[in-house]
């Protein structure tokens, strides 16, 4: 257990609609990071949010959006589904400040399945 | 170019053997750390083992350890005494601008799909 917690696990749903996908980072964690995992593209990054503050974009669509709440959850919001979203969505956190070697924790992934 | 290239698509071992797993990478960074991931059919990201560019010892972490190689740029997983479970795949990954806080994307290679049989 990574201690990082991804909620849904699977999630079914259909072209046009838009779903939420919530990560808690590990405790004492201030960094959240969320990932695409597709057949077709591999591992991409999409943002990196620290202590509630956006600090990186990747390949993010602009159907996409994400935030980090005070109690440093975040939720990725995915809108406008298209049947190429469906993906493994990854969440990680990290420690940023102190002795760390830089380790990114996963959640188990919340699947995402457009029909 | 590719930041980080795994070249070997599969890898077939069989249990009790050792196994290497490719992995070079691309920088011009002189801080940058290399991570290696486990992903079982389940889907989780498992992480395995860290090599900091700075560290002078390659890094082991019980039949993990990290062959790196900083002049040809590789840094290779060996399992030793593979198990049934080791089947899975493996992706290799690094962060750049270590001494950079600010930021640790990682960036992934493709993977190796390592089968162990018995």
């Known amino acids: 257990d990574s201690g990082v917690t991804q909620t849904p696990k699977h999630l079914i749903t259909a072209t046009g609609q838009r779903v939420t996908l919530r990560c808690s980072p590990r405790?004492?964690?201030?960094?959240v990071y969320w990932y695409q995992q597709s057949l077709d593209q591999g591992l991409q990054f999409l943002i990196h949010y620290y202590n509630g503050e956006e600090r990186a974009k990747g390949n993010i669509l602009e159907r996409f959006s994400a935030q980090q709440f005070p109690d440093l959850h975040s939720e990725l919001n995915l809108s406008s589904l298209e049947l190429g979203d469906s993906a493994l969505y990854f969440c990680a956190s990290s420690v940023e400040w102190g002795p760390n070697t830089g380790e990114l924790f996963f959640g188990e992934g919340s699947r995402l399945t457009v029909l | 170019a590719q930041k980080i290239t795994q070249t070997q698509p599969g890898m077939f071992v069989q249990e009790k053997e050792a196994v290497t797993l490719d992995c070079t990478y691309d920088?011009?960074?002189?801080?940058?750390?290399l991570f290696w991931y486990k992903q079982p059919s389940s889907g989780e990201m498992i992480f395995l083992i860290y090599q900091g560019s700075y560290d002078q010892q390659n890094a082991t972490e019980g039949r993990y350890s990290l062959n790196f190689q900083k002049a040809r740029k590789s840094a290779n997983l060996v399992i030793s005494a593979s198990q049934l479970g080791d089947s899975a795949m493996y992706f290799c990954a690094m962060r750049e601008g270590f001494m950079n806080t600010g930021f640790q994307k990682l960036v992934f290679g493709t993977g190796t799909r390592l089968l162990v049989s018995p």
């Open positions: 920088t011009s960074d002189p801080s940058y750390g």
């Open positions: 405790s004492g964690d201030l960094s």
